[in-house]
């Protein structure tokens, strides 16, 4: 079992930056995988980040160049960090991760870009 809490979400402005942050009860080393995914309103969850236990990561498209993901493995936390946000990024975020036998999720932070 493992339970995942992510917090960081909020209101941001067109532009700007938000952290968002994925604390695991337990080692993360245990994940082969860890990530961030995304829903918008009447839209299906999408994966926007990825990073493996390795430190390899993988980004949705839309995001290259203005989110970053990385682990800290003594503080059982993934990050992301989030610039240029724009208004297509307001979704809820949900933290993911993998492991054999388990894929595990977190509550969602509400992200709102918006002027």
């Known amino acids: 079992q493992a339970q995942l809490v992510e917090s960081g979400g909020g209101l941001v402005q067109p532009g700007g930056s938000l952290r968002l942050s994925c604390v695991a009860s337990g080692s993360i080393s245990r994940f082969y995988a860890m990530g961030w995914y995304r829903q918008a309103p009447g839209k299906q969850r999408e994966l926007v980040a990825i990073i493996t236990s390795s430190g390899s990561t993988h980004y949705e498209d839309s995001v290259k160049g203005r989110f970053t993901i990385s682990r800290d493995n003594a503080e059982n936390t993934v990050y992301l960090q989030m610039n240029s946000l724009k208004p297509e990024d307001t979704a809820v975020y949900y933290c993911?991760?993998?492991?054999?036998?388990?894929?595990?999720w977190g509550q969602g932070t509400q992200v709102t870009v918006s002027s």
């Open positions: 993911n991760a993998v492991r054999i036998g388990g894929t595990y």
